[in-house]
């Protein structure tokens, strides 16, 4: 499984509904940090197949998600479960560092 796309009309039904933890990559085309992220969740995404979802919503298509969760600075990934944020992590990391920090999630 590769990360998943999700607009503002699906957020709640691919994310908040999820049975799976999600990480959610909120990024946008123009932004370099975020470019640098993807290889990165696209890789976690197949470590952590049937564990989380990881899924990436484009801030520039997607606003109404973006101002929901207050998102001011990109790459940011938030980490939800059971429907609410429970972690989050900004900028580009490496992925020993994006593991420690969702590690509740990661299982």
Partial sequence: M???TVTDADFQQKVLDSEL???VDFWAEWCGPCRMLGPVLEEMSDDYEGK???AKVNVDEN???AAQYGVTSI???LGFQGGQKVA???GAKPKAALEKEF???LG
């Fill in 63 to 65: 606003p109404a998600s």
């Fill in 52 to 54: 989380v979802v990881i």
């Fill in 21 to 23: 933890p999600v990480l």
């Fill in 88 to 90: 989050e992590s900004v």
């Fill in 2 to 4: 590769s990360t998943i």
């Fill in 75 to 77: 790459p940011l990934v």
């Fill in 103 to 105: 590690s509740a999630l």
